[in-house]
Nanobody, 115 residues
Framework: QVQLVESGGGLVQPGGSLRLSCAASRSIDSMSAMGWYRQAPGKQREQVALILNNDATKYVDSVKGRFTISRENAKNELYLQMNSLKPEDTAVYYC?????????WGKGTLVTVSS
């Protein structure tokens, strides 16, 4: 079993920045993929950013150029740097990790973008 714990969410004004972190209880050296998803009120969960073990990345079009996914293997942590935040980025953000074909999810962290 792998535990994923997100942190870094909060209230930020439009145009501001936040950095989300996801701490994993298992070495991320061996992960197949890790990513960030989000779910806004009344909407389906959507993939925001993904990073593969070879460090290839993928972003949903709405965040390209504003969000950056990265990882620090030594700390077993995944990050999402979010810049130029917009009200439509408001959502609960979830961390996903895949090890040995099994998907693990964190419990989420709330990001609210509002003036």
């Amino acid at each position: 079993q792998v535990q994923l714990v997100e942190s870094g969410g909060g209230l930020v004004q439009p145009g501001g920045s936040l950095r989300l972190s996801c701490a994993a209880s298992r070495s991320i050296d061996s992960m197949s993929a890790m990513g960030w998803y989000r779910q806004a009120p009344g909407k389906q969960r959507e993939q925001v950013a993904l990073i593969l073990n070879n460090d290839a990345t993928k972003y949903v079009d709405s965040v390209k150029g504003r969000f950056t996914i990265s990882r620090e293997n030594a700390k077993n942590e995944l990050y999402l740097q979010m810049n130029s935040l917009k009200p439509e980025d408001t959502a609960v953000y979830y961390c996903l990790g895949v090890w040995d074909g099994v998907h693990y999810w964190g419990k989420g962290t709330l990001v609210t973008v509002s003036s």
